[in-house]
């Protein structure tokens, strides 16, 4: 199955500062590769994804690149601010996203901690 | 904005007891999933859920555990005689066919506490 590795398990950084989170998998037939924000207590929640044709996507202060050869996918947070203290999570799933199966495999988690 | 929900918000049972989680999915989706995270780890995929049958587990989802979709808005999650260990957080998510983009909705989760 798939394995998906991400680091680092911390990061604290102060307000305005870059956070690059990255994670690893396994499974080279993986296609899709979400990230999601969990705050305390609540639901994960996708604020980004990539599919494997792309090697990089934006959206406004966060990006992701990809780069399948090497297997690894990066989170990339500009001008941080304290609302982005949360646990990230990186997912793949473990097969071809056309064969409908989609279960997602998560990574271990980054607690990020912005400093005011 | 239409969401996943699910009920109750927590449940605390006794050992052994059986216990029934409830999900409504985005309505329009037709995979759904259950999803546990033991507090302070990472999401843990159970199961995943298609056509009335289930198309994917992990060695998580044993024989304690059980889906069903009774009616065409409810899908549950039954743990048939719940253990210590079963204590975490359980988030339902849906998604939409094959011709969507693949994202995963997640619920609010219920948190369960086995005593």
């Known amino acids: 199955g798939e394995n998906v590795e991400q680091h680092p398990s911390t990061l604290s950084v102060q307000e305005g500062d870059s956070a690059v989170i990255k994670c690893t998998y396994s499974?080279?037939?993986?296609?899709?590769f979400p990230w999601y924000k969990q705050e305390l207590g609540k639901r994960p929640q996708l604020i980004i994804d990539?599919?494997?044709?792309?090697g990089e996507k934006k959206d406004q202060r966060i990006a992701v690149t990809l780069n399948k050869t090497a297997k690894h996918f990066s989170l990339h947070i500009t001008e941080t601010q304290p609302e982005d203290s949360a646990v990230y999570f990186c997912a793949a799933p473990p097969r071809e996203m056309d064969t409908g199966r989609r279960a997602l495999t998560f990574g271990s988690g980054t607690r990020l901690q912005v400093q005011p | 904005e239409p969401e996943v929900t699910q009920t109750p918000s927590h449940q605390v049972t006794q050992m052994g007891q059986e216990v029934i989680l409830r999900c409504v999915p985005i309505?329009?989706?037709?995979?759904f999933y259950w999803y546990r995270q033991i507090l302070g780890q990472k999401v843990e995929f159970l199961v995943s859920?298609?056509?009335?049958?289930?198309?994917?587990k992990s060695e998580i989802f044993d024989d304690q555990f059980s889906v069903e979709r009774p009616d065409g808005s409810n899908f549950t999650l039954k743990i048939r005689s719940t253990k210590l260990e079963d204590s975490a957080m359980y988030f339902c998510?849906?998604?939409?066919?094959?011709?969507?983009?693949?994202?995963?909705?997640f619920g609010p989760g219920t948190r369960l506490t086995v005593l």
């Open positions: 499974d080279s037939a993986s296609n899709y």
């Open positions: 998510a849906s998604s939409e066919g094959l011709a969507g983009r693949g994202e995963q909705f």
């Open positions: 990539i599919r494997s044709n792309v």
């Open positions: 859920f298609y056509n009335n049958e289930i198309s994917e």
């Open positions: 309505s329009n989706h037709l995979y």
